[in-house]
């Protein structure tokens, strides 16, 4: 009996060698040959490194359109224009009679002491602009003031009377900082606002109530101009210039009339013109209603134009846009005179795209 037992346990040691053996023979098959084509094939996919991709970028240009007696035309369709960017005809994507958009306002008022014995008359004008246009539950609007230095003296709100409350109890003195007020407005505030609850698009606008000298900023003229036109803000300029003829010199239409524009005057005008706005060189603050209901009608009716620029540059370089109508005469654009493209990639301090 105990040499059956030796006998069985040396079969179970043979078998259990053999076993092992067996498993050790089998390398080859560990190494199957799927894998080794899977990587082959996978290999001669082409690279994806330095693949070009690139955005679409589309340039929007809210305009109106004027006739000889500045009356705004509001009838034209899709054919009536022809836009060119950097002298380039370009082929129109989106084309909308912009009505009715949701409003982002930045209210400049200049306390400087330059506007010293002008500033009941900005007062008047800055709350008088807002009345006429502010609609509650819609539009938002905020106050920044500026002398020595700009100064946000209201955020964005929808309530008149927090408005007319900051408005009111300003008082004048120091220098003038008009070139980093309209910069700090545009690009703190008017470059991203609050959005709409609805998501609809909206329509940034800069008042500047001012005599339109400057004699402390930072920036200069230029950059002001080139970050309201980054924000895609078209700025309105109401100037305090008070020379005026005496009230016994009139014009022959029985008006009194300016005496001549200022420097500031001048430069007043050349922010609005270059944002698509106008300017204003009222007598009275009572003369500043019809210019208000102007703005209004103007906000409210005007055109939208989109395209993607042919030449795709991000150049970060300024592209001038020009409309052109089609089919009619003695009509007129008002417009921005262009956008800022983005950087090229990989540049430093990329710009925002354009709007």
Known sequence: MKRLVRVAGVLLV?????SAASQASKPAQTAKPAPQKQVAAHAQKPPTVGRLKREVRLVNVVFSVLNKRD??????NRNNFEIFDNDIPQQVQFFNRETDLPLRIGLLLDTSNSIHGRLQFEQ?????FLFHILRPGKDLAFLMTFDTHPQLQQGFTDHLDLLRQAIFRQRAGGGTALYDAIYDASRDYLLNPPPPSAGSNIRRVLVVISDGDDDLSNHTRDEAIDMAERAGVVIYTISTNNNWLSPEQ??????????HYSRG?????????????????????EDLARAFADISTELRTQYSIAYTPSSHADDGKFHRIRIEILHTHGLKVRARQGYWAPSPPGASGADPAPH
């Open 14 to 18: 043979l078998g259990m060698c053999v």
């Open 71 to 76: 009356h705004f035309v509001t009838d034209l």
């Open 124 to 128: 008047n004008a800055a709350f008088d």
């Open 250 to 259: 009139k014009a022959a239409e029985g008006l009194p009339v300016l005496l």
């Open 265 to 285: 005057d001048r430069v007043l005008r050349q922010f609005a013109e270059d944002t698509g706005g106008r300017s204003f060189y009222p007598y009275r603050v």
